[in-house]
């Protein structure tokens, strides 16, 4: 079809599409008479390009995300929408507050915590790709809003910024790529949220969660000693995590440095250490409740 036909079926003006191949978003054939030939295929590339555009991505988000086969760069896109989102909220909440007269010193520090949030976070996203970026930096994202007030947290910031520039890429075998895609595809942001709500409360209340899930504890204890768990690709990738983790410096670098960082995430990593404690009372047979 030509373009006046691609751009009724489209809701595309002829210069948005004229505009959208020159970008290499849609590739239709030029027929010889020199008029373009959109296929079906390009009508639907059209019509994602609309939607996108109307959500406010931007060229080169839109040119990766045609990319990519999987759903992996438009979840990080939303991930990274909604912190930007929060970002602009605690903006305008400092706006409000120079309004009704605070200090402008103060407040330049709150501003600085966002940015520096915001580069964390983006460089989380990417140290970790897929899903397991999406959990880690939503995790720690918010443990990042406070400000740098001392050496010590600068330091530790600068720590953090060198250690996720030079972490080596996290690698899985095609199998386990196929199987991460396929068990995480229709896991959004929200329901990553939910899941780390759930692990904070079962931290923050280690003796209820024990009491409440003996049951389902004892089964999950059970089916870890299994041929069926050893075999599985959970386990194949909880021993690549746990290898990965290990050697790259993300415990003895990255926990620390937060540690020093955020007062808030120190004091949060202490529960875990009550609750590990616990969980060992109550199951000798299990290393930790949950490690970061």
Same mark, same amino acid.
């Given at each position: 079809? +030509?373009?006046?036909?691609?751009?009724?079926?489209?809701?595309?003006?002829?210069? #948005?599409?004229?505009?959208?191949?020159?970008?290499?978003?849609? *590739?239709?054939?030029?027929?010889?008479?020199?008029?373009?030939?959109?296929?079906?295929?390009?009508?639907?590339?059209?019509?994602?390009?609309? $939607? *996108?555009?109307? +959500?406010?991505?931007?060229?080169?988000?839109?040119?990766?995300?045609? #990319?990519?086969?999987?759903?992996?760069?438009?979840?990080?896109?939303?991930? +990274?929408?909604?912190?930007?989102?929060?970002?602009?909220? #605690?903006?305008?909440?400092?706006?409000?507050?120079?309004?009704?007269?605070?200090?402008?010193?103060?407040?330049?520090?709150?501003?600085?915590?966002?940015?520096?949030?915001?580069?964390?976070?983006?460089?989380?996203? !990417?140290?970790?790709?897929?899903? *397991?970026?999406?959990?880690?930096?939503?995790?720690?994202?918010?443990?990042? !809003?406070?400000?740098?007030?001392?050496?010590?947290?600068?330091? #530790?910031?600068? /720590?953090?910024?060198?250690?996720?520039?030079?972490?080596?890429?996290?690698?899985?075998? /095609?199998?386990?790529?196929?199987?991460?895609?396929?068990?995480?595809?229709?896991?959004?942001? /929200?329901?990553?949220?939910?899941?780390?709500?759930?692990?904070?409360?079962?931290? /923050?209340?280690?003796?209820?969660?024990?009491?409440?899930?003996?049951?389902?504890?004892?089964?999950?204890?059970?089916?870890?000693?299994?041929?069926?768990?050893?075999?599985?690709?959970?386990?194949?990738?909880?021993?690549? +995590?746990?290898?990965?983790?290990?050697?790259?410096?993300?415990?003895?670098?990255?926990?620390?440095?937060?540690?020093?960082?955020?007062?808030?995430?120190?004091?949060?990593?202490?529960?875990?250490? $009550?609750?590990?404690?616990?969980?060992?009372?109550?199951?000798?047979?299990?290393?930790?409740?949950?490690?970061?």
């Amino acid at each position: 079809m +030509l373009i006046n036909e691609a751009s009724k079926l489209t809701n595309l003006t002829k210069k #948005a599409i004229e505009y959208y191949i020159e970008q290499e978003l849609v *590739f239709p054939n030029v027929l010889e008479n020199g008029y373009r030939d959109f296929s079906e295929n390009d009508v639907e590339c059209l019509k994602k390009i609309y $939607v *996108f555009r109307k +959500l406010g991505l931007s060229i080169e988000e839109i040119k990766a995300v045609l #990319a990519d086969e999987t759903n992996n760069t438009l979840q990080k896109i939303s991930v +990274l929408k909604e912190l930007s989102i929060q970002r602009e909220q #605690a903006k305008k909440a400092i706006l409000e507050k120079l309004s009704s007269g605070k200090n402008y010193s103060e407040l330049s520090m709150e501003l600085r915590a966002i940015e520096q949030s915001s580069t964390v976070t983006e460089k989380l996203l !990417d140290a970790f790709p897929g899903y *397991f970026g999406r959990f880690i930096c939503l995790h720690f994202a918010r443990f990042l !809003d406070e400000p740098i007030t001392t050496s010590e947290q600068q330091s #530790a910031y600068e /720590e953090i910024i060198a250690f996720l520039d030079n972490v080596p890429s996290l690698q899985f075998t /095609e199998d386990l790529q196929r199987f991460l895609m396929e068990s995480t595809e229709h896991m959004n942001t /929200e329901n990553i949220r939910d899941l780390i709500e759930n692990y904070r409360e079962s931290i /923050e209340n280690a003796d209820e969660f024990l009491s409440e899930n003996k049951e389902v504890i004892e089964r999950y204890l059970a089916y870890k000693q299994s041929e069926e768990y050893k075999n599985s690709p959970i386990y194949k990738i909880q021993t690549i +995590l746990k290898e990965f983790n290990n050697t790259n410096g993300y415990y003895d670098v990255f926990i620390p440095a937060m540690k020093k960082l955020s007062v808030s995430y120190s004091e949060y990593f202490k529960q875990i250490e $009550v609750a590990n404690e616990k969980l060992s009372l109550h199951y000798p047979e299990i290393n930790n409740f949950n490690k970061e």
